[in-house]
C-alpha cells in the first residue's frame, strides 16, 4: 500500500514535469504574436495532455462552470480555477453511434443541460444536438436529428438564445469557392422541440464557422479563418446584419474553435475562445476584453 503511494506521488510529479516542459514548448509558438485587434486578452488557461482530449472543441458556461468537449468526451471545469474537475470519455451515445456519428463539436447550456451538436464526419449524413446532464456529463437519453438540407457539412456548433426560446446552427462552408450548403442563413429552431422555426438570411456569407454564443441579445461567432488571424463576428438575430467585433492574432498553428462569452463584475462581456494546436496536442482558452 505504501509503494502504491510513493509510485503515484512519483506519477503525478512525472505529469506535472510533462505538461510544464510542454507548456514551455506551446509558449514558443506564441512568442511575438501581434496584440489582438479591437479587444485585449486578459487571460488564458492551456489545457495539454489528457485535458487536450476534452477540451479540443467545444465551450459553454454557465456562470460557474466552463463545458469542454473533445472529438468524443466531455469536460468540466471551475471558471474561477480553470481546472478540468469531472469528465465523461466515449460521450457519443450508442444511438448516435449507430447513426456514424463521431465528432462532438461546439456546445451551448441551459436550464442544467449541455447542448451537443455531434456529426458524422466526413459523410455528413446525419447531424443532431444531444442533451447531457451538467452536474453529471451524462447523455439524459433526449436527442434531435437536424435537418439534413440545412447541414450537409454537418453541425460544428449550436447556440441556444433563452431570450427567445430559440437554438441556432448554421451551414459550415469551407471557402467562398466551396459549392456545396448554404453559408447565408441563420437557422433557428424551437429550443423545446427542436423544430425548425425560420431561417434568416444574413447580410453576407460566414465561412469556416467553428463556434457561437449569444451575449446581450447578439450571436457572437468564433471565425477559423485559413490565416494568423481570427475574427470575431456578431449577428443580429433580427435582421441577419453581420458585423466584425474584433481580430484575434493567434497563429498559424492554432486552429480556432468554439466559444462563449459571460459578463464581468460591471455586465461587460468577457469573450472566452478556444484554439487547438494540433501539432502540439494542446488547447488555449483565451479571455478577451473589448477594446476601450
Sequence with gaps: MVQFGFSYVIFKKCIALISAIMLLVIGADEKNLPDPVGAEVVGKNT???????????????????????????LGKADMKTGEISRIMTDAIP??????????????????????????????????????????????????????????????PWCAIDVERNYLYTAEWKEE???????????????LSDMSL??????????????????FGGKLYMSCDELNDQKRILSVDVE??????????????????????????????PVFCVLDRGERRESTNLTFYKLAD
Design 47 to 73: 489545457y495539454v495532455l489528457f485535458d487536450y482530449n476534452v477540451s479540443s472543441q467545444g465551450v459553454t458556461n454557465d456562470g460557474e462552470y466552463f463545458y469542454f468537449s473533445g472529438n468524443k468526451n
Design 94 to 155: 450508442q444511438v448516435l453511434k449507430d447513426r456514424g456519428c463521431n465528432h462532438i463539436g461546439g456546445l451551448s447550456c441551459y436550464n442544467g443541460m449541455v447542448y451537443a451538436a455531434i456529426e458524422d464526419g466526413p459523410d455528413y449524413n446525419n447531424s443532431f444536438i444531444a442533451l447531457y446532464d451538467a452536474e453529471t456529463l451524462k447523455f439524459t437519453g433526449t436527442y434531435y436529428e437536424l435537418p439534413h438540407e440545412l447541414h450537409l457539412e454537418g453541425v
Design 176 to 190: 467562398p469557392e466551396d459549392k456545396t450548403g448554404d453559408s447565408s442563413v441563420l437557422n433557428v429552431f424551437n
Design 197 to 214: 422555426v425560420k431561417t434568416v438570411p444574413l447580410s453576407e456569407p460566414i465561412y469556416r464557422i467553428q463556434g457561437a454564443e449569444m
Design 239 to 268: 435582421t441577419g446584419e453581420v458585423e466584425t467585433v474584433f481580430i484575434r492574432n493567434v497563429g498559424v498553428v492554432f486552429e480556432a474553435e468554439d466559444m462563449t462569452v459571460y459578463a464581468d463584475e460591471n455586465g461587460e
